[in-house]
């Protein structure tokens, strides 16, 4: 899938290589990932990328672009407090992308 037009894959903005979707930031492509890592006598693990469905329930936003972007205060219509345990950091309110 080649990236949107006007956006270009640098170091802050990223694809995924499993579900396809575009990020404005590591942070929102870390973050987008959820489950345990495989460990001592659990033999798989249970990684996956949240759906589209899920990551907007969460208050994630799709720019014109499609490029997804984590919850921020700042960004107009923007809904903290999503109830999707992505496994990481916990403080929604942090949750930013701030070279998208």
Do not use: N
Not at 14 to 40: I, K, M
């Amino acid at each position: 899938m080649a990236p949107p037009d006007g956006f270009r894959l640098k170091s802050c903005r990223c694809q995924c290589a499993a579900c396809l979707e575009f990020f404005g930031s590591v942070r929102g492509f870390d973050r987008h990932r959820t489950g345990g890592y495989a460990s001592a006598g659990r033999r798989a693990h249970t990684r996956r990328c949240l759906t589209l469905a899920e990551m907007i329930a969460a208050g994630w936003q799709q720019d014109a672009r499609g490029v997804l972007l984590t919850p921020d205060a700042r960004r107009a219509g923007s809904a903290l407090g999503g109830s999707i345990d992505t496994g990481g950091d916990t403080d929604a309110a942090a949750w930013s992308d701030e070279d998208a």
